[in-house]
């Protein structure tokens, strides 16, 4: 669908990594019976599957006047919908092709109860593929310095968390100390932050994701992956057509179902995050037409918890890695 990017990522950039059994991800959400909604036919010819031609407003992101909502009625296409309109399906098969990403920001955010104007920010994330993996995924790195009284950076601070464990480091990847106690709060950020980590989830779920509506637009509703389970996520997914393309044949294609807000609960907190302003943010010269909000905004019982905008983000799957301390490792392979 978007093979002009995947072209230029060979280039650029790392090759996208999609391990073939995340076929599964197309597999659950391609609608055979919505694709007429889709002005893509399944027997299109390989030039109706190019990459849509350039249009005005964010890149890749929202274009200014389109009118008009898809309203299917059925889960599956409502995945569907979604996980390409933030550009997650790759190639004729519509593969699950976000592996990793990174994501610098700014803004303020807690941090041990207390607030935090950042000086710097960057998250760089790696999720889980039904392919072996040598390291504990789902994780995250979140690489951050508070602004001091005179606005220059504090000390850095480095938070991990991957699967069941957490720990922070000096450097990344350097002097491990466990933090046993932030693996819900840091697993929370995960699946939380980035509109493509809800819709993992809710794939992930299977038939534990349940739908509803408020009017047209779709509710779901679904447990988190473990090592939160106990918790339960409620994503808004907004139905208006945001863009509308055009590939090298004429073809058009419609773009709808970005992601409004979500609501998670687990135990008595309940965290409530906005998504805004989507686009693609990575540098001029490696665009990959997949879409992240600029803005998110997140409140913890009614209290502000982080408010982050987007400056720069790299999406072609770039190497990010977080292998499990010595410490962590020892302990975890004396557990039963």
């Not at 991957?162 to 450097?171: G, L, Y």
């Not at 637009?217 to 106990?230: D, H, I, K, R």
């Not at 609501?263 to 010269?285: F, H, K, P």
């Amino acid at each position: 669908m978007r093979t002009k990017a995947l072209a230029m990522a060979a280039l650029v950039a790392l090759p996208i990594l999609v391990a073939p059994a995340q076929r599964v991800f197309a597999a659950q959400t391609a609608p055979p019976a919505q694709k007429s909604a889709s002005p893509t036919p399944k027997s299109a010819p390989p030039a109706q599957k190019s990459a849509p031609a350039a249009a005005k407003g964010a890149p890749f992101g929202p274009q200014p006047g389109v009118q008009g909502s898809r309203n299917p009625t059925d889960l599956k296409t409502i995945l569907y919908y979604a996980a390409d309109a933030l550009g997650m399906l790759r190639g004729a098969r519509e593969d699950d092709g976000v592996l990793t990403m990174q994501i610098w920001a700014t803004g303020t955010m807690t941090v041990g109860g207390q607030p935090c104007k950042l000086a710097n920010y960057l998250a760089s994330v790696r999720y889980s593929s039904t392919a072996r993996q040598k390291v504990p995924v789902p994780a995250m790195r979140v690489d951050f310095a508070c602004a001091g009284a005179n606005g220059r950076p504090g000390p850095r601070q480095i938070h991990v968390v991957a699967d069941k464990f957490a720990w922070n480091e000096a450097k990344p990847g350097l002097n491990a100390t466990p933090a046993p106690g932030a693996v819900n709060e840091r697993a929370l950020q995960l699946w939380t932050l980035i509109p493509e980590s809800v819709i993992k989830a809710a794939v992930a779920a299977g038939t534990n994701t349940k739908l509803t509506f408020e009017g047209t637009t779709a509710v779901l509703t679904f447990p988190l992956p473990a090592p939160l389970e106990t918790a339960t996520m409620k994503a808004v997914i907004n139905p208006k057509i945001f863009r509308v393309d055009a590939n090298p044949a004429g073809v058009k294609r419609e773009f709808s179902h970005l992601l409004d807000r979500t609501e998670t609960r687990l135990g008595n907190s309940v965290i409530e995050t906005t998504y805004s302003d989507y686009g693609d943010w990575n540098e001029a010269d490696i665009k990959s037409m997949i879409l992240l909000a600029r803005h998110v905004v997140q409140k913890q019982n009614g209290a502000p918890l982080l408010d982050l905008t987007i400056t720069k983000t790299y999406t072609y799957n770039p190497y990010v890695i977080m292998p499990l301390p010595e410490s962590l490792a020892s302990a975890a392979a004396r557990q039963p």
